[in-house]
């Protein structure tokens, strides 16, 4: 086992556990997004890709555990993202993609903070998972562009 990790860099493992469990696709996987017959591969993939991230952020947990850092309380979502409930799949896919575009630049960030290797590794399994989902929103964004109404 790893030297105990110190208090600052112990903290900044919480956050980033607290902000990827509170992401915006995270809060998608409860918000029934409206989708016409067509859509439906397209709402399986995103499904799909909330899933893979709700396993890639267990399994980020479950690294801070064996590390014995408690698990932090997570919190609500931000309010901001129940102004997106109930909206068509085809509005919410470029947002979803520029969400995921700055928690991969946030992700980034963090990495750069951390020295221990171990804990440099798990943030990237996070991050390796985020930007694959990065190239599968803009695939769905640009396969489903909004509908325009005049």
């Given at each position: 086992?790893?030297?105990?990790?110190?208090?600052?860099?112990?903290?900044?493992?919480?956050?980033?556990?607290?902000?990827?469990?509170?992401s915006?696709?995270?809060?998608?996987?409860?918000?029934?997004?409206?989708?016409?017959?067509?859509?439906?591969d397209?709402?399986?993939?995103?499904?799909?890709?909330?899933?893979?991230?709700?396993?890639?952020?267990?399994?980020?947990?479950?690294?801070?555990?064996?590390?014995?850092?408690?698990?932090?309380?997570?919190?609500?979502?931000?309010?901001?993202?129940?102004?997106?409930?109930?909206?068509?799949?085809?509005?919410?896919?470029?947002?979803?993609?520029?969400?995921?575009?700055?928690?991969?630049?946030?992700?980034?960030?963090?990495?750069q903070?951390?020295?221990?290797?171990?804990?440099?590794?798990?943030?990237?399994?996070?991050?390796?998972?985020?930007?694959?989902?990065?190239?599968?929103?803009?695939?769905?964004?640009?396969?489903?562009?909004?509908?325009?109404?005049?």
């Open positions: 086992m790893n030297a105990m990790l110190d208090t600052r860099t112990q903290t900044r493992l919480q956050e980033v556990l607290r902000r990827e469990s509170r915006f696709l995270q809060y998608v996987s409860d918000s029934f997004p409206w989708t016409t017959p067509e859509e439906t397209a709402l399986a993939q995103l499904r799909k890709l909330i899933d893979e991230e709700r396993a890639a952020i267990a399994l980020f947990a479950k690294y801070l555990a064996r590390q014995h850092i408690p698990l932090p309380y997570l919190g609500p979502y931000p309010v901001a993202f129940t102004n997106l409930n109930f909206v068509s799949l085809d509005h919410l896919l470029p947002l979803l993609a520029d969400w995921e575009r700055q928690a991969i630049l946030d992700l980034e960030h963090d990495l903070s951390f020295a221990d290797a171990n804990c440099r590794r798990e943030m990237q399994k996070l991050l390796e998972t985020k930007q694959q989902h990065l190239k599968t929103l803009e695939a769905l964004a640009i396969a489903h562009p909004e509908m325009v109404l005049r």
